[in-house]
């Protein structure tokens, strides 16, 4: 309801940017907290957006930016603090261990904590540990059926023949999402003569290397 809230979001990465359009649309100001690329100075900027906002909730989703985050709200007067909601997506084994020891020493301002995952919420420690909860995502089965109309449509736009079994992959390009082993699966289905496409949804900076090994297979 936005006539009882004001909702901001601030983002690091300058090409994640792919939200913002639709979130100003949506009357959400969007802000990037880094000019360029390799910008070290984004830290700065997210502590005093945190400091300086007039927030009475902060929530955040990565560890890094949600420490820096926190650490400004830790040295705020504590009555001036805005409560602190953090959402963990990844198992803390697959960060680096600064950026681990960092998360965890600051995630005791924690006020609530959800893990996407039971294997999230097993993974963590500190004191967030002693009081994460799971978050589990419904899935709407209504409005998803309702998706179905359009499944021809789909399958016309990408040139997918109404037979062929689809498997789809929403993933970032990432080595932890492990799509070398997914394009060598397809390899071996193709050479199977198994009729089969991959749609694959995501972005990130394995991607060079996964094209090239997309063409290097012949898929």
């Known amino acids: ?6 909702i901001e979001c601030a983002y690091v990465l300058p090409w994640k940017d792919h939200l913002a359009d639709e979130l100003e649309r949506s009357r959400v ?10 910008d070290w100075r984004w830290p700065l900027r997210l502590w005093r957006l945190v400091r300086h906002g007039g927030y009475d ?3 955040v989703h990565s560890p ?16 001036d603090r805005p409560t602190v909601v953090a959402t963990e997506h990844n198992t803390w084994a697959t960060h680096r261990w600064p950026t681990r020891m ?38 709407d089965v209504v409005r998803v059926a309702g998706a179905r109309a359009d499944r021809s ?7 997918i023949g109404a037979d062929e079994i689809v498997i789809g992959t929403a993933a970032n390009f990432r ?10 699966a397809a390899r071996l289905l193709a050479d199977r003569d198994v ?16 094209r090239r090994l997309h063409e290097e297979l012949g898929l």
């Open 57 to 59: 909730v902060v929530h």
């Open 153 to 159: 449509d789909v399958r016309a736009e990408f040139g």
């Open 64 to 79: 890094r930016p949600g420490s820096v985050a926190r650490l400004a709200v830790g040295t705020m007067r504590r009555a």
């Open 1 to 6: 309801d936005m006539s009882r809230f004001d």
């Open 175 to 184: 080595a932890q999402k492990d799509y070398p082993n997914l394009l060598r």
């Open 195 to 210: 009729t089969v496409r991959i749609v694959a949804v995501g972005q990130g900076p394995d991607e060079r290397m996964i």
């Open 102 to 139: 960092l998360n965890r020493l600051t995630s005791r301002w924690n006020d609530e904590t959800f893990a996407v995952t039971a294997e999230v919420a097993e993974s963590m420690s500190g004191a967030a540990a002693d009081r994460v909860g799971v978050l589990r995502h419904g899935i």
């Open 29 to 38: 100001s969007t802000t990037g907290v880094s000019v360029t690329r390799s």
